[in-house]
T-cell receptor
Framework: ETGVTQTPRHLVMGMTNKKSLKCEQH?????MYWYKQSAKKPLELMFVYSLEERVENNSVPSRFSPECPNSSHLFLHLHTLQPEDSALYLCASSQDYQHSYNEQFFGPGTRLTVL | AQTVTQSQPEMSVQEAETVTLSCTYDTSENNYYLFWYKQPPSRQMILVIR??????QNATENRFSVNFQKAAKSFSLKISDSQLGDTAMYFC???????????FGAGTILRVKS
């Protein structure tokens, strides 16, 4: 595997389910990101982790819970979601968080549908 | 708050021709970074080009170049000799000088026609 991978690629869940999205980066980066891409809305930054420490939480509802056990893996735990949470969830990584010039590398995304 | 506006939801261009995608932004920062990212259909988003605000020279990457007008807060992307593989959603994005977090525009769908 190379770059940034995400699993599953597609997920359908009911509002009472608990599921997790997984992201893995094979680039040796120190920063990882979760973005939400909804139809007809700009990408929204959700969370940022730098060296496994959460450094940004963009007023995301508590039904989304991130976890970064090491610098290569990032999870997004989902619980009691709403239909409006249906979206493409993108993971990204960059060399570090401090230097804004660094390119962010994106995964293919998980297409989430909440019924 | 920083905002990024892309006023063209969709554009189309003939193969081999030139197209310009518009982007404006609002910030009170003096130094920052601007990016264009490309998201091809069902494929991963990739960086096309980036610009540091304190550099007056416009960035270029092969067929891609930008027209950066700092005073006007404008950052347009020019694609020369358009190719079918350029068909994608293009996002303009802003980042502060420190802290690598991106603020994206709504995107422009570009279709290259043969």
């Amino acid at each position: 595997e190379t770059g940034v991978t995400q699993t599953p690629r597609h997920l359908v869940m009911g509002m009472t389910n608990k599921k997790s999205l997984k992201c893995e980066q094979h680039l040796g980066h120190n920063a990882m990101y979760w973005y939400k891409q909804s139809a007809k809305k700009p990408l929204e930054l959700m969370f940022v982790y730098s060296l496994e420490e959460r450094v940004e939480n963009n007023s995301v509802p508590s039904r989304f819970s991130p976890e970064c056990p090491n610098s290569s893996h990032l999870f997004l735990h989902l619980h009691t979601l709403q239909p409006e949470d249906s979206a493409l969830y993108l993971c990204a990584s960059s060399q570090d968080y401090q230097h804004s010039y660094n390119e962010q590398f994106f995964g293919p995304g998980t297409r989430l549908t909440v019924l | 708050a920083q905002t990024v506006t892309q006023s063209q939801p969709e554009m189309s261009v003939q193969e081999a021709e030139t197209v310009t995608l518009s982007c404006t932004y609002d910030t009170s920062e003096n130094n920052y970074y601007l990016f264009w990212y490309k998201q091809p259909p069902s494929r991963q988003m990739i960086l096309v080009i980036r610009q540091e605000a304190y550099k007056q020279q416009n960035a270029t990457e092969n067929r891609f170049s930008v027209n950066f007008q700092k005073a006007a807060k404008s950052f347009s992307l020019k694609i020369s000799d358009s190719q079918l593989g350029d068909t994608a959603m293009y996002f303009c994005a802003f980042s502060w000088e420190y802290g690598n977090k991106l603020v994206f525009g709504a995107g422009t769908i570009l279709r290259v026609k043969s």
